[in-house]
């Protein structure tokens, strides 16, 4: 390794940890550490197994109960038994700690705008584009990509999100109902498959694809978390996906999206989908694309 390499990134790590208020021992002039105020932020929502929060954020036991028994005794979370294992214990939010996390994520905000009020328009632009990529290269080996049971409960969970993120971003909102249908089978093996990506272990993503014989591929469902985006989750997906494809037989991979997904729309065009007449009739869609693989 290149020890100047090393430098740089020891450089970096330390102007960040000062520059974000990582060192102080009251983060956010929250009473607490930043790692506390970390942990609560990564609960989330609902219910989650204690072990598996350490294994997600790299903690050894000790050092996870104490900081677990921090935001316990400000009321902030609970922790109980599993209620699926007898041996693991879970943690949860209370609704002070939810309200916790809306004030610490403001004030972070408040935080950033105060730090890139200092600079000028291009080195915004310049910061801007360099956080993306650290965060980007730095998170990717965190990623992996699974084949599932298109009914297995992240796959069923990763669906449930894309649809409730369909009927929120559609004008007229989102019926699965009146979707072309696709059965499960059509995305499981032999005919497909369905992929979860996870981050940390998390299921953060999902997209199926499926492989009649003798005619184009069909990718469906796919769909990344709001938290995952700019890591690259979906050219990973997008990747196994058309490998699958070509496994399958096929040369040609097909998809219907809408133009009010913006975002997506961009994805595939940047890797090499080009528009197509309408070939299925999807009465959500607006925008048919192909791509020779």
Not at 93 to 103: K, P, Q
Not at 207 to 212: A, C, F, I, L, R
Not at 269 to 285: I, K, L, M, T, W
Request: proline share 6%; aromatic share 6%; hydrophobic share 45%.
């Amino acid at each position: 390794m290149d020890p100047r390499l090393v430098q740089s990134f020891r450089q970096f790590q330390r102007v960040v940890t000062r520059e974000v208020g990582a060192l102080q021992g009251d983060f956010l002039d929250r009473g607490r550490p930043f790692a506390a105020s970390r942990l609560l932020w990564e609960v989330g929502e609902g219910d989650v197994e204690i072990a598996a929060l350490r294994a997600r954020l790299g903690l050894d036991s000790g050092y996870a109960s104490r900081l677990l028994r921090t935001l316990e005794a400000e009321g902030l979370v609970e922790v109980a038994p599993s209620p699926a294992d007898a041996r693991a214990r879970v943690v949860r939010r209370t609704a002070a700690g939810t309200a916790e996390v809306t004030t610490l994520d403001a004030l972070s905000d408040d935080a950033a705008a105060t730090l890139l009020a200092g600079l000028d328009p291009d080195e915004q632009q310049a910061l801007d584009a360099a956080t993306r990529t650290v965060t980007r290269l730095l998170t990717r080996h965190h990623v992996t990509v699974e084949t599932v049971d298109p009914s297995s409960p992240d796959a069923r969970w990763c669906v449930e999100r894309y649809y409730e993120e369909l009927q929120s971003a559609f004008d007229a909102g989102y019926d699965p109902a009146k979707a072309v249908p696709i059965a499960s089978d059509d995305l499981a093996e032999p005919h497909g498959a369905f992929l979860v990506a996870r981050l940390h272990g998390q299921p953060v993503a999902c997209g199926g694809v499926t492989v009649p014989v003798g005619a184009p591929a069909f990718l469906k469902r796919m769909w990344v978390a709001p938290s995952a985006r700019g890591l690259g989750v979906g050219a990973l997906l997008l990747d196994a996906l058309e490998a699958r494809a070509v496994r399958g037989g096929a040369d040609v991979v097909r998809l219907d999206t809408n133009s009010v997904l913006g975002p997506a729309c961009r994805m595939y065009e940047s890797r090499g989908y080009v528009q197509v007449p309408d070939f299925n009739g999807e009465p959500h869609a607006d925008r048919w694309y192909a791509k020779q693989l």
